[in-house]
Every structure is written in structure tokens, then in C-alpha cells.
């Protein structure tokens, strides 16, 4: 069902008539985020402050007056149940009380020192238990704790290559923006300004190709893998069964490093899917939804690389080496970390979490079969999103295929002018501790009503 065809079974409701309608209907009730996106073009790249922000559907951003729980309300006084959850990043439910109180507290005693914290011991010790690997170091965002673990991966193997999977996504890491075509290592189609071409640092592989894998890491030139346990950008995509079994194997045949990115994925519980599914990475990372929003993020190790990596650095060098940041560790960013793994993202809070998932992805399967639209939906832990194909895909190149951009606008806006706000990248929702059935049913509605439109 693509943008550029009719979506009605007689071709009488064009995708571009429901577009045009929803386009107005925005416009008119949100006339103060207008006049505030038309100001912002003056002074903002795009009238937005990250360009990114440009891709909401409608023809402007909406401008957010207040963020609670799982709801938002907007400049024109319009709630919204929201599924977007800042793309994960506010995962824990939006201003949690606990983190607003650690926030609060720290704030008065001081943000930042260049100094440790009794917090930095309390979740380092938190995160171990989590995820298993013994070591953490910190950053402000994963981007950065991707890329700190790329370069100390280089460093302690003397190995000058990455190997990633095609459409993965790891921030705004260079090497990860790759992509395969006819064989060959390319710049992925977005990629700004790439520093060098990707094929001298990056190896691509599809999801689930082991053979492809095997092949890749054969000439022993790879530090690292570094990979999300499943593909959750471009639409979830689950690993084989054995595909992980095998994937630590052949790295560790190699002595190749490998690095799990659980920043999305630790929509599967407390310790992600490291933990759920009984990983043996040599590196985790994550990000985006362990401070309850405020900037912040981690990366640990094994106790074994951690003392690889302690012994190859001179002390005399451990502040110019291309990893840190003078803000990174800072006191606020720990204690928020501290109060929202302690007591918000909690394993309570999943065991209320998955099972919202799971309505969520009945209602969508439901609408999908009423209205017989070729569509189908998966779910990872509290995370679950519908993909426009009616095979589930093996790996990245699969699900990008299943992909819309018109489509994918129309339902989002459809859901917004309805108070559902879903990740304007794709078509994920995801649930927070604060999320309520009713929240999952009012989605329900807005997507069936979205699918018998498109149907009929």
C-alpha cells in the first residue's frame, strides 16, 4: 500500500485527499503553534531548534506547554496521549516525581564538579546488576557512549575497522551511517557531511546473516560489533533463534570485541534484552530513558577489557585521548540516573509496562484483520510498532522496504489531530510506567478508524 497509489479498494479516497484533510484540520486547531513556527523561522535552521524536528507531519511542529506522566498539552490547550515518549527518552513517564526530587536536590547542592559522587558507586552498582558486565564509564548521550567504546575497542585491539548492521541505528555515530548496496559499503542515503568514505571504517551486514557475518570478521580486522540486540529503527526486527548464540561465537573465534547498544531495547525489562535473554556482551551501552530525560548515558564492560583498557592508557594521557567530555559524569545527570533506575524504571514498572504492549499490539492485530489492510505489527517487551507489509522482515533491508513516508505521515497525523502522538520516524509506540489501558484503547480507536478509511 504505497503513497503513490490510490489506498482504496476502488481508488475513489486518494491517500492525498486524507492527507489534505487531516493538513487542515491541523492548521486550524493549533493556531498558537502556527504563529510560534512561523516566528521560530527567523532565528531557528528550519524554525526548529534540531532540524530533525522539521519531520513532524502537519507543516509545523506543535509547541509543548507541559509534559505529565503519559500525557502532553500543547500551546492551544490540546492533551495528548503520548506514545512517542521523546523516542524513548522519556521512557520513564514525563517529570517522574522521583527523578524531579533527586533533580531538585542535587541542583541545590551543585550540578557539576569534575568530581565523583557517592551516586556515580550507587548506579554503577545498579547497572551491573542489571546487565551483567562489571565497569561503567559515562556520557551524556549514547551517541557518545557508542562512540567512546568504538575508539577504546580500536585502541586495546589494534584493529582498524567496525562492523555494524545494514539500517541499524546508533545516534549520530559516523560509522554506523552505512549501508550495503550491490555488495558494496556506502553512505547511507541522509548522511551529512560523512568524514571519510564509510567502507575505510565500517563493515555492513545484514540482521540474521550469519554467513555474511562470518565472512566479514574472517580477516581479523574488526575491534568491534556493535549492534542492538534486535533492530528497532526501521521497524523491530527480532534476531533468529540461535542468531545470538552464533553471533558470540564467531566474534569471540575472532577475537573480535562486541558491544550491545540497549538504549531502545531496554523496553524488554529492567536489564534489556542483555539480561532477558542471557547475553555475553564484551560492552553495553545505553542512553535516552535512564535519568527520566535529563541528558545522560553509560557504557560498561567486562572486568577483563576494563583491565585491557586501564593498563594501555599512561595516566599522563587519560584527558586528551578523544573520550570524555567536561560535562559527562557530572552530579545532576547521577543523581537523576540514581532515582530513576532506583525507582521508576523499575521491575514492578515493567510487569505493568509489557502487558500494555501486548493490549496495545492486540488492538492494532484486531484492526488489521477487520479492515484487511496488508500491514502487520510487532512487539519487543514495552515497545511495539506496525510496519506497512504483511511479512514480518528477517533484517533492515526487508523492513526499510515496508516503509511509507506517506503513509506513514498520514497515520501519524490522523492520530495526532485525534490527541495520539506516536514516534514521527516510524510507527512506534511505546509505554511508560504512568501509561493506563485507557490510553492503549484510545490508540486503538484512532488506528482502526485511520485503517477503515485507507480500506475502504
Request: charged content about 25%; hydrophobic content about 40%; aromatic content about 6%.
Amino acid at each position: 500500500m504505497k503513497s503513490d497509489t490510490g489506498v482504496s479498494g476502488d481508488g475513489s479516497t486518494s491517500l492525498a485527499t486524507l492527507t489534505r484533510r487531516e493538513e487542515e484540520c491541523f492548521a486550524r486547531e493549533h493556531p498558537r503553534s502556527r504563529t510560534l513556527a512561523e516566528r521560530a523561522k527567523e532565528h531557528l535552521l528550519a524554525g526548529v531548534p534540531m532540524h530533525w524536528m522539521a519531520k513532524w507531519p502537519g507543516g509545523f511542529p506543535l509547541f509543548v506547554a507541559e509534559a505529565r506522566g503519559s500525557r502532553f498539552t500543547d500551546v492551544d490547550g490540546h492533551e495528548y496521549v503520548d506514545f512517542c515518549l521523546g523516542d524513548t527518552g522519556a521512557m520513564s513517564g514525563h517529570a517522574p516525581e522521583a527523578t524531579l526530587r533527586a533533580i531538585a536536590e542535587q541542583a541545590a547542592r551543585g550540578i557539576t564538579t569534575m568530581l565523583p559522587t557517592e551516586d556515580a558507586l550507587a548506579v554503577s552498582e545498579e547497572l551491573t546488576r542489571r546487565f551483567g558486565v562489571t565497569r561503567w564509564q559515562f556520557a551524556l548521550t549514547a551517541t557518545d557512549a557508542n562512540r567512546f567504546s568504538i575508539r577504546l575497542a580500536r585502541h586495546v585491539t589494534g584493529r582498524p575497522k567496525v562492523l555494524v548492521f545494514n539500517w541499524c541505528y546508533h545516534g549520530s555515530v559516523d560509522e554506523s551511517f552505512a549501508t550495503l548496496e550491490a555488495g558494496q559499503v556506502v553512505p547511507r542515503r541522509g548522511n551529512l557531511g560523512p568524514p571519510v568514505p564509510p567502507s575505510e571504517t565500517t563493515k555492513v551486514v545484514e540482521w540474521n546473516d550469519l554467513d555474511g557475518l562470518e565472512a566479514a570478521l574472517a580477516p581479523g580486522d574488526v575491534a568491534l560489533v556493535l549492534t542492538e540486540p534486535a533492530l528497532t529503527n526501521v521497524g523491530i526486527v527480532h534476531p533468529d533463534p540461535g542468531f545470538h548464540d552464533a553471533l558470540r561465537g564467531l566474534t569471540r573465534d575472532t577475537g573480535t570485541l562486541l558491544a550491545i547498544d540497549e538504549t531502545h531495547t531496554i523496553c524488554c525489562g529492567p536489564g534489556g534484552f542483555t539480561k532477558a535473554h542471557g547475553l555475553e556482551p564484551d560492552v553495553v551501552t545505553i542512553g535516552k530513558p535512564i535519568a527520566g530525560g535529563i541528558p545522560a548515558a553509560a557504557y560498561g564492560f567486562t572486568g577483563a577489557l576494563a583491565d585491557r583498557i586501564a593498563d594501555s592508557i599512561e595516566l599522563e594521557e587519560v584527558d586528551v585521548g578523544g573520550v570524555g567530555g567536561t560535562l559527562a559524569a557530572n552530579a545532576l545527570s547521577l543523581a537523576a540516573m540514581r532515582a530513576t533506575l532506583d525507582e521508576v524504571l523499575t521491575d514492578e514498572a515493567f510487569d505493568r509496562m509489557i502487558p500494555l504492549a501486548e493490549r496495545w499490539t492486540t488492538g492494532v492485530e484486531e484492526a488489521i484483520a477487520e479492515t484487511g489492510v496488508p500491514w502487520h505489527v510487532t512487539r519487543l517487551g514495552c515497545r511495539a510498532e506496525y510496519l506497512f507489509g504483511p511479512d514480518r522482515p528477517r533484517n533492515g533491508t526487508e523492513a526499510h522496504a515496508a516503509g511509507d513516508f506517506g503513509l506513514e505521515r498520514y497515520m501519524h497525523l490522523h492520530a495526532l489531530n485525534r490527541g495520539v502522538l506516536l514516534t514521527p520516524f516510524h510507527n512506534m509506540a511505546l509505554m511508560s510506567p504512568a501509561t493506563t489501558d485507557a490510553d492503549v484503547d484510545r490508540h486503538t480507536e484512532v488506528f482502526a478508524e485511520a485503517a477503515r478509511e485507507l480500506a475502504s
